[in-house]
T-cell receptor
């Protein structure tokens, strides 16, 4: 079965600084999803990447997919308090994206 | 926001009692999922459904059963709750090979 490892597990960043979260897969990535979760709430879909080299951006968040490295990265530029939360990556299989495997998450704290 | 509701949102129950959690969607999506979220384990798939009366097991299905008699409802049942089933349960929906949308979660405590 596929395993996703996220690093770091937790991150404390000063407001305004940039940061990167990584998601590494034990198997080939066929579809990679990034979600954000605020404490006590459900997951909010951020982005989906499907092709090697693909890069997507939404506001100040950019995600990239490196198929060769079986890895995706999430980069936040000029972090804000609203970026705080838990970021999770999820991956589909070569049979499709109907079932996803999730990483254990990265907890991001933004300090003023 | 995707139209997904979960009920109840919080529940405390005793070991050995049956518990049913409900997920309701208004999006008419084909796929519905039940996950549990635990510290150190992330999100783990319990069961999922790919149509009315069509369900399959996920990676942590022991002790759980599901039913889907209507497109909009997906029920998760713990036949005899145990303390190891204390968790936060999330329902999700999907149109297929697209992103999954998650409900607000149900916090279940088994004492």
């Amino acid at each position: 079965s596929q395993e996703l490892e996220q690093s770091p597990q937790s991150l404390i960043v000063q407001e305004g600084k940039n940061l990167t979260i990584n998601c590494t897969s034990s198997k080939t990535l066929y579809g990679l999803y990034w979600y954000k979760q605020k404490y006590g709430e459900g997951l909010i879909f951020l982005m989906m990447l499907q092709k090697g080299g693909e890069e997507k951006s939404h506001e100040k968040i950019t995600a990239k997919l490196d198929e060769k490295k079986q890895q995706s990265s999430l980069h936040i530029t000029a972090s804000q308090p609203s970026h705080a939360g838990i970021y999770l990556c999820g991956a589909g299989t070569n049979f499709g994206n109907e079932k996803l495997t999730f990483g254990t998450g990265t907890r991001l704290t933004i300090i003023p | 926001d995707a139209g997904i509701t979960q009920s109840p949102r919080h529940k405390v129950t005793e070991t050995g009692t049956p518990v049913t959690l409900r997920c309701h969607q208004t999006e008419n999506h084909r796929y519905m999922y039940w996950y549990r979220q635990d510290p150190g384990h992330g999100l783990r798939l319990i069961h999922y459904s790919y149509g009315v009366k069509d369900t399959d097991k996920g990676e942590v299905s022991d002790g759980y059963s599901v039913s889907r008699s209507k497109t909009e409802d997906f029920l998760l049942t713990l036949e005899s709750a145990t303390s190891s089933q204390t968790s936060v349960y999330f329902c999700a929906i999907s149109a297929g090979t697209y992103e999954q949308y998650f409900g607000p979660g149900t916090r279940l405590t088994v004492t």
